[in-house]
């Protein structure tokens, strides 16, 4: 069991190291917004410091509104006794996997894709099956990948929207995915973390199609909230019990400061949705800028804030040229490797959440360093 290293984090240690010298660096190296928790959370943060001593805590309101959230979004009704708060989305996958799976057991999942869904799988003991999907597929998994799976995996990984691409499966696919892993016994983790920033319209969920799925979302990007560490792990109700049995055991509860804010962070809807038109604007600023660069080929970005890009024709070594962009302008950005072992060596992760002036200041930087490339 080998669990390889986060290497954007080395490519943030770098950067950080470079600021502490004098240098302006601009972080597009990490998924996560640069915007702060909603104000009227931090306010209430705030009233909780000064009122409650606090202590290990499932807030039952919290649950509840969650559970409204998939009424409102999807049309879905979900007990919320189903869902379990927990310290962001990297437990909630983890519960997920531990609850579902046993050692040794196969699971499928896209790549590219997040590093933690493979590490995470290998650290549990499980196999992880890597589907190569490319812009034949959107770089997403398809039906027709799962049917073509032998022997059929014990469950599968789904991200709509998908980090590192910012791609989203339309909705006619997640149905015929659900039909598949029907079919073929196939348990189902989704991670919904992205829901609610979607640049193509409603991003279903799986659990409009699948209900015995396993839903991940968290506080940390569309609420802004990442360094709260709060989440939450929709579960079937036949697993209900056994996963509130690991989560007290592996986790406890997510900090009860949190869950105070994150309740009223979901109805400041105004705020968030500000956050989302800047996203919006800084991904159409990348866009337009790309081919300058000679970045032609790269993800349909159709939520998330990220964008997957192709450099093959400039290097085979995305974590070496990283460094390099890096100490020549100040700009961090993900190596694909991170996301593809096999062919994340011609791929970067930028990922725009920062202020828009950050991402034209990079993109002025970028044009003259690419230029320079050939």
Same mark, same amino acid.
């Given at each position: ?20 010298? /004098? ?6 190296? =990490?998924?996560?917004?640069?915007? /702060? ?38 049309? !879905? ?6 869902? *379990? @708060? ?7 996958? *983890?519960?997920?996997?531990? !609850? ?6 196969? $699971? ?6 997040? $590093? ?12 992880? $099956? ?38 989203? #499966? ?17 348990? #189902? ?10 640049? *193509? ?12 799925? =396993? ?47 994150? @309740? !009223? ?8 949705? /500000?956050? *989302? ?9 990348? %866009?337009?800028?790309?081919?300058? %660069? ?8 159709? /939520? ?26 100040? $700009? ?21 959440? !920062? ?7 990079? %993109? ?11």
């Amino acid at each position: 069991m080998t669990v390889e290293p986060f290497r954007a984090i080395a490519i943030s240690r770098l950067a950080h190291r470079l600021k502490t010298e /004098g240098r302006s660096i601009i972080h597009m190296e =990490f998924g996560q917004p640069s915007t /702060g928790a909603p104000a009227a959370a931090i306010a209430r943060a705030h009233q909780v410091l000064d009122a409650d001593a606090m202590g290990y805590w499932e807030s039952p309101a919290l649950r509840e509104r969650i559970a409204r959230l998939y009424d409102q979004r999807h049309g !879905v009704a979900v007990d919320p006794d189903r869902i *379990v @708060l927990t310290n962001g989305a990297s437990p909630a996958l *983890v519960l997920a996997l531990t !609850v579902r799976f046993r050692p040794g057991d196969s $699971v499928a999942l896209a790549r590219p894709g997040y $590093v933690a869904y493979r590490n995470t799988l290998r650290a549990l003991h499980l196999e992880p $099956v890597e589907i190569a999907c490319g812009a034949e597929s959107r770089f997403q998994l398809t039906a027709a990948h799962l049917a073509a799976l032998d022997p059929a995996p014990a469950g599968v990984i789904i991200a709509s929207p998908a980090n590192p691409t910012g791609t989203i #499966i339309p909705d006619a696919e997640l149905a015929a995915i659900a039909e598949v892993c029907r079919r073929r016994g196939i348990a #189902i983790v989704s991670d919904e973390i992205y829901h609610g920033l979607s640049y *193509v319209g409603p991003t279903a969920s799986m659990l409009q199609f699948a209900p015995d799925a =396993f839903v991940i979302n968290s506080f940390s990007k569309y609420w802004s909230m990442a360094g709260w560490r709060l989440g939450w792990l929709v579960t079937p109700a036949p697993h209900t019990e056994t996963a509130r049995a690991h989560i007290g055991n592996l986790f406890l509860t997510p900090p009860s400061l949190s869950q105070h804010a994150g @309740l !009223v962070a979901m109805d400041a809807h105004d705020e968030l949705e /500000g956050h *989302v038109r800047t996203y919006a604007r800084n991904r159409d600023l990348m %866009l337009d800028a790309l081919p300058s %660069l000679g970045l032609r080929k790269i993800a349909p970005p159709d /939520g998330a804030f990220y964008i997957w890009a192709d450099i093959g024709h400039l290097t085979d070594d995305s974590l070496a040229f990283c460094e390099r962009m890096l100490r020549d302008t100040g $700009v961090a950005a993900a190596p694909g490797v991170d996301f593809d072992p096999v062919e994340g060596r011609r791929f970067i992760r930028f990922s725009f959440a !920062v202020s828009t002036d950050e991402v034209q200041e990079a %993109l002025d930087r970028l044009r003259p360093w690419f230029a320079a490339l050939g």
